[in-house]
């Protein structure tokens, strides 16, 4: 069964430096997010990609973030300059439709230290 | 702003009983319905969903109801087994929106044998 996935499954990084998380959507979808979960809380929507650029995004998603599409294959999500409040865990997520299933990949635990 | 509102945040039941977890949701543009289950350092999954030209869907044990006029919706899990023990979220969306899910803040399923 085709999977969306992600990596690296746990990052640690200092406060200041930049990340790149990276993921893999299923490889007919057409939509495909980021999402964050801090522990023990909610899921938290950041950004939607579709068609090559960014359809909507989230006050969360500020000018530390960016997304990108750099083939055909790979979708990331950079943080220029992480803060403690950025350690969470990141899923990514993609869907063929923008009312059907989205299909969550297994998550990147970012911990800014 | 868009909001969904889930109660409760803890549910514990007896195996075999019914459990019961209920969302409200604030844009009324809102059409598409998802409930996610995770489980601890898992990644959410697709449990059921519901669209809003439906006022009832049901699979095997799991069943959601949506109330567009009063903006909630429920699910409903009949004779429970431990291994639904796990987080649930309800979620919206609405197709011009991308695809973007707003999520409940969660409830927490336990299942006593």
């Known amino acids: 069964e085709p999977e969306v996935t992600q990596t690296p499954s746990h990052q640690v990084t200092q406060m200041g430096q930049e990340v790149i998380l990276r993921c893999v959507p299923i490889s007919n979808h057409l939509y495909f997010y980021w999402y964050r979960q801090i522990l023990g809380q909610k899921v938290e929507f950041l950004v939607s990609f579709y068609n090559n650029e960014i359809s909507e995004k989230s006050e969360i998603f500020d000018d530390q973030f960016s997304v990108e599409r750099p083939d055909g294959s790979n979708f990331t999500l950079k943080i220029r300059s992480t803060k403690l409040e950025d350690s969470a865990m990141y899923f990514c997520?993609?869907?063929?439709?923008?009312?059907?299933?989205?299909?969550f990949g297994q998550g990147t635990r970012l911990t800014v230290v | 702003g868009e909001n969904v509102e889930q109660h409760p945040s803890t549910l514990s039941v007896q195996e075999g009983d019914s459990a019961v977890i209920k969302c409200t949701y604030s844009?009324?543009?809102?059409?598409?319905f998802p409930w996610y289950k995770q489980e601890l350092g898992k990644r959410p999954q697709l449990i059921i969903d519901?669209?809003?030209?439906?006022g009832e869907k049901k699979d095997q044990r799991i069943a959601v109801t949506l109330n567009k006029t009063a903006k909630h919706f429920s699910l409903h899990i009949t004779e429970t087994q431990p291994e639904d023990s796990a987080v649930y979220f309800c979620?919206?969306?609405?197709?011009?929106?991308?695809?973007?899910?707003?999520f409940g803040q969660g409830t927490e399923l336990s299942v006593k044998p």
């Open positions: 997520a993609s869907n063929d439709g923008a009312l059907t299933e989205a299909f």
């Open positions: 844009d009324s543009a809102s059409n598409y």
């Open positions: 979620a919206a969306s609405r197709y011009n929106q991308g695809g973007k899910l707003i």
């Open positions: 519901i669209r809003s030209n439906v």
